[in-house]
């Protein structure tokens, strides 16, 4: 079975310019998390859905930053304008059910110029 | 406060030895769970091993064992006879019982740890 995919695997932008994420979750899994990974903060949520529905957007830094899932097998994370200190490590995770473990992808890095 | 503490920045390991990665939670929930994952250097997080807050056993799987210390509030990472290729960050994560069911995780900021030959 396939993990989890993220495309594209490294993104340089410039500032202003506008960012897309991609995630397809494993099949089967009905949660999907968005983490960002920096040096200086670790790794964080920015936001995780529910069968599709968002569940907890508390993390996402400001409105610059929208996630959609328009259906289970894929998400985004869209970030415009992108600003330099956006530059990091995007990862997006699933799992199935509450309590279970959740299964990173590769991670996207984001830099921003 | 800091939900999640790894107080270890950098652990050194010779191969074969038994180490022992360091993380203590606070939560006032009953019910959460404690994740270990690897991030190697190239970046994938690696889910190690899972200990819930109502298991009266400790977690293992392979060489990880995860030594849960309740009313300490510790959720110590042993690795047993360390490998070359356990070298990386080691990140300890809770799940808090008070969100919705299938919350996202709390990582602490990871230790690193070098295993030499």
């Known amino acids: 079975d396939a993990g989890v995919i993220q495309s594209p695997r490294h993104e340089v932008t410039e500032m202003g310019q506008e960012v897309t994420l991609r995630c397809k979750p494993i099949?089967?899994?009905?949660?999907l998390f968005w983490y960002r990974q920096t040096m200086m903060r670790g790794l964080e949520l920015l936001i995780y859905f529910n069968n599709n529905v968002p569940i907890d957007d508390s993390g996402m830094p400001e409105d610059r930053f929208s996630a959609k899932m328009p259906n289970a097998s894929f998400s985004t994370l869209k970030i415009q304008p992108s600003e330099p200190r956006d530059s990091a490590v995007y990862f997006c995770?699933?799992?199935?059910?509450?309590?279970?473990?959740?299964?990173f992808g590769p991670g996207t890095r984001l830099t921003v110029l | 406060a800091q939900k999640i503490t790894q107080t270890q920045p950098g652990m050194f390991v010779q191969e074969k030895e038994a180490v022992t990665l360091d993380c203590t939670y606070d939560t006032s929930d009953q019910s959460y769970g404690l994740f270990w994952y690897k991030q190697p250097s190239s970046g994938e997080m690696i889910f190690l091993i899972y200990?819930?807050?109502?298991?009266?056993q400790n977690a293992t799987e392979g060489r990880y064992s995860l030594n849960f210390q309740k009313a300490r509030k510790s959720a110590n990472l042993v690795i047993s006879a360390s490998q070359l290729g356990d070298s990386a960050m080691y990140f300890c994560?809770?799940?808090?019982?008070?969100?919705?069911?299938?919350?996202?995780?709390?990582f602490g900021k990871g230790t690193t740890l070098s295993v030499s030959s």
């Open positions: 099949s089967g899994h009905d949660y």
């Open positions: 994560a809770m799940r808090e019982g008070r969100y919705q069911a299938g919350t996202a995780l709390i």
């Open positions: 200990q819930g807050s109502y298991d009266e």
């Open positions: 995770a699933s799992g199935r059910g509450p309590y279970n473990e959740q299964f």
